[in-house]
């Protein structure tokens, strides 16, 4: 299904119908049939020749139209009451109306002025606002290097099978929730039971397989019920689990109805895409459209949307010979080439964060996690705990990717750590 933004319609039964169709495809995965359409929402359907995106110009033109008379009215009765103040902000209305990304068109054309004249603004609202700006990652010493997850962004966590990803992107999730964040949480592998027992473990530090068993302890078990409370009280944190049908399409409509903050898509190489490019038969291409799709989502909706997605089957760690760049670096081996069967995941991800395990003996209850690729370079490699009695995935050692150097110290290495304040790199 085409995507169109939800401006470009008007209340009533107009808005009323497009809502109606875009729940109708989310949860069929099919469009209606006209008498469907007109049964349910009193809107009739007819035949053309032209095409979906004739009619979507046109939608976005009247949409431009609307708005730009009411501006024009507010600027002309500013004009006849002498309100030259109101005057300026009308016209500045104009303008931000002619730049929004509903209506600038495709061009995707800046001049250097504008360009430049957007890092000022940035810069300026990063000296107003200190701290972080955007959406924490979970780690505040992974959030020091790349200022969590910015709006527009599409990052990727990567790893082969069984590493955890699920339950990092899940401890990411819960850590934005925890920090105000609206979360939509989209899993094409795991039912909503499984994602639920595994949010209230991090929440609680309760081993998830102890409640699957039903083996807690009296206390243990009350103190579950005043995190279950606490939680039933948070903001909006939406599970959708994908039983493999589901589309990208499903999950910007989603994102049009529940406008979260941020949007997590486990597995989104098991994702539908929504209009398969020419030639888009094999798996590959299949997940190079989702990726781009994804994309569009977080850039259209300027939230962050964050993926997990498994390297190529041949990814696989280097023999003992090749071992001395993994001496520095323990995911040197993860490769961006490997991820997904193809390298638009590399190509259209602001960030990419690998996940190994961690070194013998320790390969069960410790993760590596790093960066593979920043938006301005950063690097970075942490060891994670990986345990579930309690639940911990928290930092325990950072390395520099370059030298092997594990800070014993704390002492930061200029150019590598940036700002990062080591004083909680060894978490208790």
């Known amino acids: 299904m085409t995507s169109v933004p939800v401006e470009y319609f008007v209340a009533g039964d107009e808005l009323n119908a497009y809502y109606w169709l875009k729940d109708f495809v989310r949860r069929f995965n099919r469009f209606p049939s006209p008498h469907t359409m007109v049964y349910k929402t009193g809107v009739r359907c007819k035949g053309t020749k032209e095409s979906v995106e004739y009619y979507i110009e046109e939608a976005r033109t009247r949409t431009f139209h609307n708005k730009l008379m009411t501006i024009h009215s507010e600027a002309a009765k500013a004009a006849v009451d002498r309100r030259p103040d109101d005057y300026i902000i009308a016209a500045k209305k104009a303008v931000a109306l002619g730049r929004s990304s509903l209506f600038a068109g495709d061009t995707g054309v800046v001049t250097l002025d504008e360009a430049l004249d957007e890092v000022v603004r940035d810069y300026d609202e990063a000296h107003t606002n200190f701290g972080l700006r955007g959406i924490t990652s979970g780690w505040p010493q992974v959030d020091a290097m790349m200022d969590g997850h910015q709006r527009g962004d599409l990052n990727t966590l990567v790893g082969r099978p069984g590493r955890g990803k699920t339950n990092l992107l899940l401890y990411g999730a819960h850590a934005a929730w925890q920090q105000g964040a609206n979360v939509l949480f989209v899993s094409m592998e795991m039912t909503s039971l499984q994602l639920g027992r595994r949010l209230l473990g991090i929440e609680s530090k309760v081993n998830p397989r102890l409640m699957r068993t039903g083996t807690l302890d009296t206390r243990t078990r009350r103190e579950l019920d005043d995190h279950i409370l606490a939680m039933r009280d948070g903001l909006p944190f939406n599970i959708v689990v994908g039983n493999f049908q589901k589309s990208v399409d499903a999950v910007r409509s989603l994102a049009d109805e529940l406008l979260p903050d941020i949007i997590y898509a486990d597995a989104s190489y098991l994702l539908r895409p929504e209009r398969k490019q020419k030639g888009s038969e094999g798996r590959r291409e299949n997940v190079s459209d989702v990726v781009e799709e994804l994309k569009q989502v977080a850039v259209e909706r300027d939230v962050p949307v964050v993926q997990t997605v498994m390297f190529n089957r041949h990814a696989v760690k ?45 390969q069960d209850i410790r993760r590596w996690f790093g960066f593979l690729k920043g938006r301005e370079g950063e690097m970075g490699v942490w060891e994670l705990n990986y345990t579930f009695a309690p639940v911990d995935f928290s930092i325990i050692e950072t390395r520099d990717p370059l030298l092997g150097d594990q800070n014993p110290d704390d002492s930061p290495i200029p150019g590598i750590h940036g700002p990062m304040d080591l004083d909680t790199v060894v978490e208790e």
């Open 318 to 362: 280097p023999k003992r010979a090749d071992r001395d760049q993994d001496d520095r670096n323990p995911i040197a081996h993860l490769t961006m080439e490997r991820i997904g069967e193809t390298d638009v995941v590399s190509q259209v991800s602001s960030v990419i964060a690998g996940v190994e395990r961690g070194d013998p003996p320790f």
